[in-house]
């Protein structure tokens, strides 16, 4: 019932509105390069699945002008927790809108403000208290992020480590942290360390078990891993595998990408071999082949601090530091929260 009054709601300021994933890749495929991986329609799909348990709903948008599939938003709601609605592109925050290159920067204005509006009465439809907004372009900020820049009641910072994948490897290789280096030859040596583009379901099904026992527990409903298996067959994202002389998995990593970036999704690696460069290896062998597929840069991971405005664990202090080794960059990405319901 909620989903079909969200859907009308939407169709109210968009009309043409639609979910047609081949209109929806026609954008990505007009676009500069600075689509980040929250704008790709099977990431979207993967937060539907992942957030499945919480009524989760998609009503993300394709916008037209003129009968054109011009630009696309990814936006889902689910309820958390306390069973109060959450707003996002990506299970916490908003991100900004893309649009096919040329696109008149009036036709732009028009839409993002629209868009501002639908976003404004779904919340109230939600009895939403606030949103958070995010800006993915690392290096300017939005004229959506800008838009709610205006009636923000908190702004604030997070910082994320990059590697610039238009360096050479070798060069790349030089500004690991010294200590790494003789460990990721070290593991290569070790171990077999495989990029799969292609795996098969029962390798797939290998990283999911480890990743299940590693956890000790379930941690996602099994269709969010169904989806990310269909990213890798989309050619979105792809695997690093390890395995010990006896043909064991002892490690892995998932690695979504788009044209403009690579990210880090997840990870599992035995426990008993914590002190081992398992890691080490899969980052290596990810940052190759990301740099292979044309992206611009991988962002590993966020750099926490322990001022940050979620006060990070000392394990994830202790990862963000282990990730900080592989980073040529570290930039800051710009967040705001805006009050809405009252």
């Known amino acids: 019932m909620i989903e079909k009054q ?4 939407t169709r109210e300021f968009f009309p043409s509105s639609s979910i047609d994933i081949n209109e929806w890749q026609s954008v990505l495929e007009q676009c500069k390069k600075d689509i980040s991986i929250y704008h790709l329609f099977s990431t979207t799909e993967y937060f539907v699945a992942y957030y499945s348990k919480n009524n989760a709903i998609n009503l993300s948008i394709i916008f037209y002008d003129n009968k054109k599939a011009v630009g696309i938003m ?8 306390e069973q109060e609605w959450v707003l996002s592109s990506n299970g916490v925050e908003i991100v900004e809108p893309i ?3 040329n696109l008149p920067r009036k036709v732009k204005n028009r839409i993002e403000v ?6 404004l009465e779904l919340t109230r439809k939600l009895k939403i208290k606030q949103c958070q907004f995010t800006n ?3 290096f300017q900020l939005s004229s959506w992020y800008l838009i709610w820049a205006n009636t923000a009641t908190e702004i604030f ?6 590697v610039d994948l238009s360096l050479p490897i070798d060069q790349i290789r030089l500004k690991f942290r010294k200590s790494f280096k003789p460990l990721v030859n070290k593991a290569i040596r070790e171990w077999v360390v495989e990029v799969h583009n292609h795996p098969s379901e029962e390798l797939f099904e290998e990283f999911r078990l480890l990743h299940r026992k590693v956890a000790g527990k379930v ?3 099994i269709d969010s891993w169904r989806i990310q298996k269909k990213q890798i067959d989309l050619a979105e994202s792809f695997i690093v595998t390890v395995h010990d002389k006896l043909n064991t998995m002892i490690g892995c990593g998932l690695f979504v990408y788009s044209g403009y970036q690579g990210m880090y999704s997840v990870g599992a690696y035995k426990r008993e071999l914590f002190d081992k460069p398992i890691g080490h290896a899969v980052q290596m062998r990810a940052i190759e082949s990301l740099k292979q597929k044309g992206c611009l840069w991988y962002e590993i ?8 405005k979620i006060k990070p664990t000392d394990k994830e202090l202790s990862i963000s530091h282990f990730k900080e080794g592989f980073s040529t960059r570290i930039v800051a990405r710009q967040h705001l929260i805006v009050k809405i319901y009252s």
């Open 74 to 81: 990814p936006l889902i709601t689910y309820q958390n927790l």
């Open 136 to 138: 993915m372009d690392y």
């Open 114 to 119: 629209k868009l501002h509006d639908l976003i």
């Open 219 to 221: 941690t996602r409903p």
């Open 99 to 101: 649009f096919i290159q």
């Open 157 to 162: 910072s997070t910082h994320h480590l990059l």
């Open 301 to 308: 991971g966020q750099k926490h601090l322990a001022v940050d």
């Open 6 to 9: 969200l859907l009308q709601i």
